[in-house]
């Protein structure tokens, strides 16, 4: 079935999913891609794997299950499995070698820059950009209650100022360096910063927005995670009177 989602989100492009950083050893999450529901897990030796978030025997959430080693469990009748999906344990039948075909679809996953990326369809081998460079940190996510075509014309509006900043002219460029991926560069007086905006179209009227920036020390941190927690309200309200600070505007008092 087609995803209800502007066609300029395709079904085999790279989308990130979360930070890397957030999905321990042995945890799972839950993510979806273009209306598509996904179990992502780490196994005990730190592979990640992104799955159709449902069970083949009756279709349990696998989000449910739990992680037990290089295996998912699914919560119902405890079926195990490994890598590429494959059922590898059946408990009530502990004699039975599963067939090959007993397998919960398994989508292509990667970890780069920070970030867990996924893709549904046929994406290339990985994620495919120069990364924003090493000073770049998970920061956020946030899940915007807007179009997904909307919130990427939005990313490419917003801006912010460097950490230490003064009140010095600002200078900033976006560059799309990758489909749905933001690079936002600013720099004021002597202080530069880089801001990178993954975007995760969810459905028609949500979207994931990921954020990596910089942050040596816990002030300059706080900073770009208050500039996220604004670039949320701001998204889904855009014409808001401009009071404060804005990352979607140059004008601010
Ligand atoms: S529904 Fe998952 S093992 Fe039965």
């Known amino acids: 079935m087609r995803p209800n989602v502007n066609s300029g989100f395709e079904s085999d492009q790279w989308y990130a999913v979360g930070g890397s950083a957030a999905l321990a050893a042995g945890r799972l999450m ?57 059922c590898k344990v059946i408990p009530a039948h502990p004699g039975m070698i599963p067939p090959d075909d007993f397998q919960i679809p398994a989508y292509a996953v990667c970890e780069h820059a920070g970030l867990i990326w996924a893709s549904i369809g046929a994406a290339g081998d990985s994620v495919d950009f120069d990364g924003p460079g090493e000073h770049l940190r998970f920061c956020r996510d946030l899940v915007v209650r807007r179009a997904p075509e909307r919130v990427s014309a939005l990313a490419k509006r917003a801006i912010f100022r ?32 880089t801001i990178m905006l993954a975007i995760q179209p969810i459905t028609a009227d949500r979207t994931g927005v990921h954020v990596l920036a910089g942050g040596e020390t816990t002030d300059e941190r706080l900073h770009y995670a208050a500039w996220a927690r604004r670039l949320r309200w701001f998204m889904e309200n855009p014409d808001a009177a401009n009071s404060s600070w804005n990352p979607l505007s140059i004008d601010h008092s």
């Open 162 to 193: 460097p950490y230490g900043d003064g009140e010095d002219d600002l200078i900033y460029e976006h560059r799309e360096i990758a489909p749905s991926v933001i690079r936002i560069d600013a720099r004021s007086g002597g202080d530069t910063a």
């Open 30 to 86: 839950p993510a979806t891609v273009l209306e598509s529901e996904l179990v992502v897990w780490r196994d005990s030796g730190g592979t990640v794997h992104a799955w159709h978030n449902r069970c083949i025997h009756r279709g349990l959430r696998m989000t449910l299950g739990f992680v037990d080693g290089d295996t998912l469990a699914c919560r119902y009748h405890g079926w195990r499995y490994g890598a590429g999906g494959k």
